[in-house]
């Protein structure tokens, strides 16, 4: 069983079928990168009607009991969640309502600064801000996970500290063994396993580095390297795998609305536009390989499923806000 | 002739008259704190009706021009504003059309750090954000002159730096006279006065103290100390007069949708709610008092000049949109 703690693009049916056959049983979605209040709404309802149309094999999990029945189900679970905080649109109230309609892992920022903190590729991360020590407290008492990913290292620091519950990033690598800005410095791992935090560790060739991208023995070994900065508590899967992804989509995930030129991401002028997938990650099933390339540098049975799916569900089950 | 840097407020047909009686031709209004797009348009739809229901005593000016016009006219002159760059909902594309509808002034942000810029109340001030550096250079493109009252002081300076026009602090004070953190430094000011930007001293109590509000010679002694910091081209008025503002409003202004708690805003818990207004400035006629307020100190009648409107017109020159 695997739990992948972040994914985005455009899913379909094949892309249920295509996770279920990797062992896949639950799934964060990115329903939004830059989507205010109301479309973020409209996300949220094609995101029911994708899944009602699919619900012989897709369904949307809340908390860890359904993601454990959809697995029994023979069912993908789709976990709600936002690369932005701009779904709240600088509205406190509309945290636990957004956490009523499902969602339940919400990125404090994505790749520019905003109300709430720095973003990875600011010159300068603020650390949180006021209306982000405002949000992280609305998003504990509202059952929403906090997710760093794109974050700054400085706030994502503040956010381990300002949160009275842990935190994620959910889909990134440790900067000591891949420098980039979209990577986590070892404080913010350390500080991450001190709180029971969880990383997903990415399979995004920009933020993984073609040497760890190489094999399914290379990106396990970039796990167990990781593993041994933070703890086998604290490190987890969050490939940044995209669905039916075109040019028009990097156009919107990187420029969005914010700027009239080109901005690369994690990319850059020399890698521009879709970055191949790692040679061990042609196709969605290839994520069956996981579990046994963990297998092969040496992790045991209770290890791999800490990393594939424990330490995921123990960081929901802390966090996720409990159906009602 | 004055022109008032910035008021704020419900402004009403007694709001114009007052203003005739005063002497102010021409005042930057605040059409939004917190307002996205859609209710920015509301706002400028609402003044649009309000300048309609009284245009024999004001008019929407858009141009130096247009405010020299007023006056001939014996009319107010609306030069339409907005503290926050909220209007543009994150979208660059926005700039130039607000400056086609006629917006003439924005502040980078309001009261909290956004997608631009550190407020003057943030622990940590970013300096000018990725979008913000668009938005600067969109603003000197369409023609809307930056404000960085607000805004934190090293935003300040990143902003005068990365502008090609020069830019205003339509309404705070000198941090030197009266330390706030609505104030500016020294160095603000005199970058300011070295790159052809103004300063509205402001005669807001909470940000002015009550040493200078006590009379109108202690206040024009503060614009002349003003003037010893920044010199005469740099300094002018921004009074931050609000017309009838009740609690909710100030509600509105200081909590706007982003917390659950309380926030004072320029003021304090030992100070909440509305300030008085100065000694000498009780009713908006009052304003009448200022240019022999400021002959009394010493200023001889070409420097008043530049202080009450002359300032402001040449920077008004330099960086609005002229109609198309």
Redesign the interface.
Known sequence: MIIDGLECGHFDRQSFLSLKTAGVAGVVVTCGF?E?ALESLDSLGAWRDLIRENEDVATIATTPAEIEQAAADGKVAAILGYQNA?LF?????LVEMFAELGVRVVQLTY?????LA??C???????L???GK?VVR?MNAAGILIDCSHVGNRSTLDAIEASSKPIAVTHANADSLFPHKRNKTDDVLKALSETGGVIGCAAYRNITGDDYCASIEAWCTMVARTVEIAGIDTVAIGTDRSHNFTAPDYAWMRQ??????IDYGAGSAARPGKAAPPEWFQTVEDMAVIPGGLAAVGFSQEEIDKITHKNWLRLYATTFRQAD
Not at 121 to 127: K, N, T
Not at 256 to 261: F, N, P, Q, Y
């Open positions: 830059w205010g701009n649109e600088g509205r406190i109230r790749n520019n600064q905003n109300e720095g973003s590729y600011e010159v300068e991360d603020s650390g801000a006021r209306f405002e609305e969005g609305r914010w700027t009239r030129g």
